[in-house]
């Protein structure tokens, strides 16, 4: 038996700003915003995605914060960004 892949999306480049950077993703990607508020300060976290019938991409960005400097802290930090796909 063999299975058909769909016909994958070309990729675009988006520019992206805030972000001071341009990636490459297909189709027309989906953004989402959010504030979310960690270890007492509130940070802006901004994600664009795509699918392209195989792939899934996503890339995300925030600007880290200079209130939160301790290595422990700051693994905690990023380590709740993972968390936020999770049911």
């Known amino acids: 038996m ?3 892949l769909p016909e994958r999306i070309p ?4 520019e992206w700003p805030e972000a001071g950077i341009a990636v490459r993703l297909p189709g027309s990607p989906k953004e989402l915003q959010q504030n979310i ?6 940070l802006p976290f901004c ?3 795509a699918f392209d019938g195989v792939v899934s991409y996503a890339v995300g960005f925030t600007d880290y914060p200079e209130e939160i ?3 422990d802290t ?6 709740s960004f993972r968390l936020l796909d999770e049911p």
């Open 47 to 49: 994600v664009r995605s």
């Open 11 to 14: 990729l675009k480049e988006f």
């Open 2 to 4: 063999r299975f058909a």
């Open 37 to 42: 508020e960690k270890f007492g300060v509130v």
């Open 74 to 79: 700051v693994e905690q930090f990023f380590e």
């Open 69 to 71: 400097p301790l290595p």
